[in-house]
């Protein structure tokens, strides 16, 4: 989901670095960020509903790219949307139902890359998506939790009360001091 803006009024505190600069910290990251980008890789097979695990397998790559790195992964989901944004998320939907549309009929075109650039503004990750890489998760032991509402505001929490000592939003490490 995320905050629309929110990472440019964060500028100012952002830090830039590299993720070694964590060995042996707890980083906190955007699950939906890493699901949403990989669902790139299979944004047709959604669409034509096949069965697909491609957005697992990037998030957990990630997972294991943090841990090669000696930092401690704690995954955080998007929970409930915020009342707030109900008019924004019914948007969202319209959009993504046009494009799954304009996709398909290119797909039956036989234009698959553009049928895939259209597909991808069409996905949604659902919370069945999110369980599936919680279950991964499950498996390493890697912490996570299902924040209330959005990640965003959760990651900040998180680290303003020391349980992690950084984010990472999708490729970006910032440590927020």
Same mark, same amino acid.
């Given at each position: 989901?995320?905050?629309?803006?929110?990472?440019?009024?964060?500028k100012?505190?952002?830090?830039?670095?590299?993720?070694?600069?964590?060995?042996?910290?707890?980083?906190?990251?955007?699950?939906?960020?890493?699901?949403?980008?990989?669902?790139?890789?299979?944004a047709?097979?959604?669409?034509?509903?096949?069965?697909?695990?491609?957005?697992?397998?990037?998030?957990?790559?990630?997972?294991?790219?943090?841990?090669?790195?000696?930092?401690?992964?704690?995954?955080?989901f998007?929970?409930?949307?915020?009342?707030?944004?109900?008019?924004?998320?019914?948007?969202?939907?319209?959009?993504?139902?046009?494009s799954?549309?304009?996709?398909?009929?290119?797909?039956?075109?036989?234009?698959?890359?553009?049928?895939?650039?259209?597909?991808?503004?069409?996905?949604?990750?659902?919370?069945?998506?999110?369980? $599936? +890489?919680?279950?991964?998760?499950? %498996?390493?032991g890697? =912490?996570?939790?299902?924040?209330?509402?959005e *990640?965003? &505001? $959760? +990651?900040?929490?998180?680290?303003? %009360?020391?349980?992690? =000592?950084?984010?990472?939003?999708?490729?970006? *490490?910032? &440590?927020?001091?």
């Open positions: 989901m995320g905050i629309s803006g929110l990472l440019p009024l964060l100012s505190i952002q830090k830039p670095c590299n993720l070694k600069k964590f060995a042996g910290q707890t980083i906190g990251v955007d699950a939906y960020g890493w699901l949403h980008r990989g669902t790139v890789a299979c047709i097979d959604l669409a034509l509903g096949k069965p697909t695990t491609k957005y697992v397998d990037f998030s957990m790559h990630r997972v294991r790219m943090l841990l090669h790195f000696g930092v401690i992964p704690y995954i955080v998007d929970g409930d949307n915020l009342p707030s944004k109900a008019a924004t998320e019914v948007e969202r939907a319209k959009r993504r139902e046009e799954k549309r304009k996709g398909l009929e290119l797909y039956r075109l036989n234009k698959p890359s553009q049928a895939h650039l259209e597909l991808q503004k069409a996905v949604d990750v659902t919370p069945e998506m999110a369980r $599936q +890489l919680i279950d991964e998760l499950k %498996k390493i890697v =912490q996570y939790v299902v924040a209330p509402y *990640a965003d &505001a $959760q +990651l900040v929490y998180l680290e303003r %009360k020391g349980i992690t =000592q950084g984010m990472l939003w999708t490729n970006m *490490a910032t &440590a927020l001091k």
